[in-house]
């Protein structure tokens, strides 16, 4: 084919549970590329655990505001494929984002102005594979410069969102948890600089880590270590190790902070 | 670089059993860019278990039909490199297939006009790796245009087709056979909407799973179901499960039908 | 977006050892694709052990001079991220290479002319993270073609290089040893062909293989092979089976060649 001036050069990002070794990631793409030539695919990751919505949304939530403006990103960990939990297109920030409402959303929806709209489900769609026969054909239109009210309804509801358990003040210190663990071990918490910043004395259950450090580096080799993480909240490492291995500990583990 | 009007625009598929910790992938990759600028590469899967081509012939039956007219699909589970088995280039239904003459292209291949040319060993090729040294320059070709007799010379035998066991009736039901397991676990059959949409009752080796329905989220999690998947033949899932696990079985699995 | 005269065609490369189920691969593509819209990125592997130095410079050295002349290779296996250890912006053989200085450019720089500059650390780089905040912009800058001396400082002191241990003559036969194992479980060797080609008996620490062969298929299906590999070095494999585990050898074991 030659050059074609109906090209687009958006950004479509693509996160979902559908593993990497069965045909669904490239038929979502055959969807994509046909549907908006010419776009940049990029894998954000397909290998959430099946259904487990949580972890999607700690990950989209990472990484989206590093992509330009006018990225769309397709969103699909979906259990509830195939009944009627709707499915969305949210514009927020200048990003589109594209899946189901379940949640997912959730790090994105926080503290945005946030148009959204109901996706139809298109005669034909197979009940079980909404992410290429409803929401990669949305992605393609969003894309391509559609509005948001060609591909779907206003959304008379607030877009649902995920309950978080925040970080809390106890007596002289504060309490978070884990949220995420990395494929390092390393255990990424909820607890944000303006309180981890400070403490002298950093604990996983009933385990202690010492004080917050700069970076994994400033411990020897094999040693706990805690430290604001590149994803600006407090994590927990095992230089040249993993602290999951050796503290037993996942997501949902207590960490508290003493100053 | 500055932008060059020879760039091409196709699309060429990937779709192997090279994994993807090894050089493999990439250096097929640097010899598709080289001779194919601006192509977009689409990695189908790599995670085909070595060798084997009956799993690659179903993902790549899945898949090809869904990318645009012209696209260019490299295909290599290849137990036989280094043998004298024919390398092929195909055209059928306006599509590119490249690979070897092992059965690979069987659900490409039904029902197609196709023309086909073995492509000659280039001098120099590694006897092991024909993937990046005589199939990806091909394709490359082929991406930019170059036209079949340029490449090859014209097939003088049918290209290889695998054996399949066709669903059959047997007294007042059906008989097919599991021929796909993904990694949720759901066993994919071989048989079509037709025979399997009235079906009241179908069981995998002696278990029952209950009436065909129309997706997973018509039984309670955990529950066995049937359904009419989204390749359009009968699947055998269990709900927010495994349905290899749970029944132990995979791949052969015989599975009948009662109306 | 529209078509934009400023986009750049440059490929770059990416080769890391942060897996693909967490946000970092895509953090690091969302940088490389704000600062150079347009490039094309391709996954060299993400899956190289966290930390395994040697086995990504023996990747990299396969794979870089494959790709067109000024791609940018981004190569970060980097377990001393946030020490003093230099970061590097390299261009050597008409490519450009971006990572730390811990020997992960060892196969590049060999008889290489290469020209380096020390990149800076930006303010606010996160120390656990310079993949992202600190190699990918200098990535992006040097795909839009950013000069060298524009992107750091001259390197006062040579890169770092692995020490490897050179193949040898031993009596009227030469030892090499294993220097990679691929996913097919095929030990590859560091025994060039000139050494190799014309032994008549290879052995692995105390095991026959045989002679040095044209490829795997020329022994049946279960026999151990040696052969020149597509990397142009000894490999040594079980057709249709793996070496590795058939052997119970890994990277180190020895291998010694007779005439």
New interface residues.
């Given amino acids: 084919?030659?050059?074609?001036?109906s090209?687009?050069?958006?950004?479509i990002?693509l996160l979902t549970d559908?593993?990497?070794?069965?045909?669904?990631?490239?038929?979502v793409?055959?969807?994509l590329?046909?549907g908006a030539?010419?776009a940049?695919?990029?894998?954000?990751?397909?290998?959430?655990r099946?259904?487990d919505i949580r972890s999607a949304a700690?990950?989209l939530g990472?990484?989206w505001h590093?992509?330009?403006l006018?990225t769309v990103h397709l969103a699909v960990v979906d259990?509830?494929?195939?009944?009627p939990r709707p499915a969305l297109l949210l514009r927020a920030h200048g990003h589109i984002f594209v899946g189901p409402d379940n949640g997912i959303f959730s790090a994105v929806l926080h503290d945005a102005v946030v148009e959204a709209v109901e996706l139809h489900v298109p005669a034909g769609a197979?009940?079980?594979?909404h992410g290429?026969?409803l929401f990669a054909p949305a992605a393609a239109a969003a894309a391509r410069g559609c509005s948001l009210h060609e591909l779907g309804e206003q959304l008379a509801f607030a877009p649902r969102r995920l309950a978080y358990t925040e970080p809390r003040q106890e007596g002289r210190g504060a309490v978070g948890e884990v949220i995420y663990v990395?494929?390092?071990g390393t255990l990424v918490t909820n607890l944000p600089p303006e309180l981890a910043r400070d403490a002298t004395d950093v604990r996983v259950e009933e385990l202690e880590v010492g004080p917050v450090r700069?970076?994994?580096?400033?411990v020897p080799s094999g040693a706990m270590v805690a430290?604001i993480?590149?994803?600006r909240t407090l994590?927990v490492a095992v230089r040249?190790g993993s602290a999951t291995d050796t503290l037993h500990v996942g997501v949902g583990a207590r960490v508290e902070l003493r100053y």
Same sequence: chains 1, 2, 3.
């Fill in positions: 084919m030659g050059k074609d001036e090209l687009t050069m958006t950004i990002t559908f593993g990497t070794s069965d045909p669904y990631v490239a038929e793409k055959a969807v590329l046909s030539p010419g940049t695919l990029v894998d954000v990751t397909h290998d959430i099946p259904g700690f990950v990472r990484t590093r992509f330009p006018g259990p509830g494929v195939g009944t197979a009940p079980t594979f290429r026969d990395d494929r390092f700069r970076t994994f580096s400033d430290f993480g590149s994803g994590e040249d």
